[in-house]
């Protein structure tokens, strides 16, 4: 399809990540830039549209982390990809339920998408949410960062390695307009960069989250210098088992990642291990990584369900335990789904983890 040559953007080759940065991330063609992608309308849900609950939990979990942190009278938090908008509204009335914390709190949202930041700003009415670019404004401490399926919408590069060598897959363009996948010898700043993960050092094929990784780089040291942490949640694994974990979603059905292309959203499975190698690298303490389930278990899901189905008719309930389940559930987002919390703080009593260790470097 000549249509493909858009996202090549005039070059015959290009890395993996970079190619599906176009595609998901062109201001005119890009997929974020031209459809809303979640819901029963579009291509997939998360959690916060599955239930309010998950939203309910997130915000406990935030007010509780504002008070490990001695209840300070400057706290800002940073979502990051916040989708539609769904999760902070939620998470505006339940920090209604704290005066104290509700009255010195400061909530920004960091997008990349100009037309999701429309969506957003349409779907929350609420003047204290402030959209940013970078985090440079932020002055005071502490700060706390949250995103729910944020790591996996960023773009990985892909490598094999063959007799010590490694190879970087890169997509090029045909004649006949169609995209197929070449390898090129890896850059030596690439390989460095894997061979210095134990995450990743042993494997023949490997997924490398370059832009995600920056991305980080800019979190860590924020928290760093004003004191904070960073919880993220999303599907991955914690062991690496050399396969290709590139899918793509559309109208909530499996599609051919090279079909579709600005129509379709694409996504990478995540390298939990090589998460909290990284944040340890930047001098952060690591909590044990946990399931889905486990945190909001932790936090008090089923409890806070049990509350409100008291109050609700039998068909209520009925919806509101099938969302829940969905959530929990380790056949569906309960196993699937991981959370890692990585912080700079002299306690390290968060909520969602007291059953858990700490990590050390």
Same mark, same amino acid.
């Given at each position: 399809?000549?249509?493909?040559?858009?996202?090549?953007?005039?070059?015959?080759?290009?890395?993996?990540?970079? !190619?599906?940065?176009?595609?998901?991330?062109? *201001?005119?063609?890009?997929?974020?830039?031209?459809? @809303?992608?979640?819901?029963?309308?579009?291509?997939?849900?998360?959690?916060?549209?599955?239930?309010?609950?998950?939203?309910?939990?997130?915000?406990?979990?935030?007010?509780?982390?504002?008070?490990?942190?001695? &209840?300070?009278?400057? !706290?800002?938090?940073?979502?990051?990809?916040?989708?539609?908008?769904?999760?902070?509204?939620?998470?505006?009335?339940?920090?209604?339920?704290?005066?104290?914390?509700? *009255?010195?709190?400061?909530?920004?949202?960091?997008?990349?998408?100009?037309?999701?930041?429309?969506?957003?700003?349409?779907?929350?009415?609420?003047?204290?949410?402030?959209? /940013?670019?970078?985090?440079?404004? /932020?002055?005071?401490?502490?700060?706390?960062? !949250?995103?729910?399926?944020?790591?996996?919408?960023?773009? =990985?590069?892909?490598?094999? &390695?063959?007799?010590?060598?490694?190879?970087? &897959?890169?997509?090029?363009?045909?004649?006949?307009?169609?995209?197929?996948?070449?390898?090129?010898?890896?850059?030596?700043?690439?390989?460095?960069?894997?061979?210095?993960?134990?995450?990743?050092?042993?494997?023949?094929?490997?997924?490398?989250?370059?832009?995600?990784?920056?991305?980080?780089?800019?979190?860590?040291?924020?928290?760093?210098? @004003?004191?904070?942490?960073?919880?993220?949640?999303?599907?991955?694994?914690?062991?690496?088992?050399?396969?290709?974990? =590139?899918?793509?979603?559309?109208?909530?059905?499996?599609?051919?990642? @090279?079909?579709?292309?600005?129509?379709?959203?694409?996504?990478?499975?995540?390298?939990?291990?090589?998460?909290?190698?990284?944040?340890?690298?930047?001098?952060?303490?690591?909590?044990?990584?946990?399931?889905?389930?486990?945190?909001?278990?932790?936090?008090?899901?089923?409890?806070?369900?049990?509350?409100?189905?008291?109050?609700?008719?039998?068909?209520?309930?009925?919806?509101?335990?099938?969302?829940?389940?969905? @959530?929990?559930?380790?056949?569906?987002?309960?196993?699937?789904?991981?959370?890692?919390?990585?912080?700079?703080?002299?306690?390290?009593?968060?909520?969602?983890?007291?059953?858990?260790?700490?990590?050390?470097?």
């Amino acid at each position: 399809m000549k249509s493909n040559l858009r996202f090549f953007k005039n070059a015959k080759t290009l890395s993996v990540d970079k !190619f599906f940065k176009n595609v998901l991330y062109d *201001s005119k063609f890009g997929y974020y830039a031209t459809r @809303l992608p979640f819901g029963v309308k579009g291509d997939f849900i998360t959690s916060p549209k599955v239930s309010y609950l998950f939203s309910e939990m997130i915000a406990i979990w935030i007010v509780s982390s504002w008070e490990t942190f001695g &209840k300070p009278k400057n !706290f800002n938090i940073v979502e990051l990809g916040p989708g539609d908008g769904s999760l902070v509204n939620t998470l505006l009335k339940s920090f209604k339920k704290f005066p104290e914390f509700n *009255s010195i709190k400061k909530i920004f949202l960091y997008e990349e998408s100009n037309h999701l930041k429309k969506i957003q700003k349409r779907n929350i009415s609420n003047k204290d949410v402030k959209w /940013i670019k970078n985090f440079n404004k /932020i002055k005071k401490g502490p700060i706390i960062f !949250f995103g729910n399926e944020f790591f996996d919408a960023i773009p =990985i590069k892909q490598f094999k &390695k063959k007799n010590n060598f490694f190879f970087e &897959k890169n997509y090029t363009i045909d004649k006949n307009y169609k995209i197929k996948e070449v390898f090129k010898l890896a850059s030596h700043n690439n390989v460095n960069d894997i061979k210095s993960y134990k995450a990743v050092k042993k494997l023949r094929f490997i997924e490398w989250p370059k832009f995600g990784l920056q991305e980080l780089i800019k979190i860590t040291k924020k928290i760093s210098k @004003l004191n904070g942490c960073i919880l993220l949640i999303d599907y991955g694994y914690l062991k690496p088992n050399n396969y290709n974990t =590139i899918q793509s979603v559309m109208k909530h059905r499996k599609n051919n990642v @090279l079909k579709n292309l600005g129509k379709a959203d694409i996504t990478a499975h995540v390298n939990f291990s090589l998460l909290s190698e990284f944040f340890l690298k930047k001098n952060l303490k690591v909590k044990n990584i946990i399931t889905q389930q486990q945190f909001l278990k932790n936090m008090g899901i089923i409890e806070r369900a049990e509350i409100l189905a008291n109050k609700m008719k039998f068909n209520e309930q009925t919806d509101l335990y099938s969302r829940v389940k969905r @959530l929990l559930s380790p056949n569906s987002m309960g196993n699937l789904f991981k959370v890692i919390l990585a912080y700079k703080c002299n306690k390290s009593n968060f909520a969602g983890f007291k059953k858990c260790s700490t990590q050390k470097n």
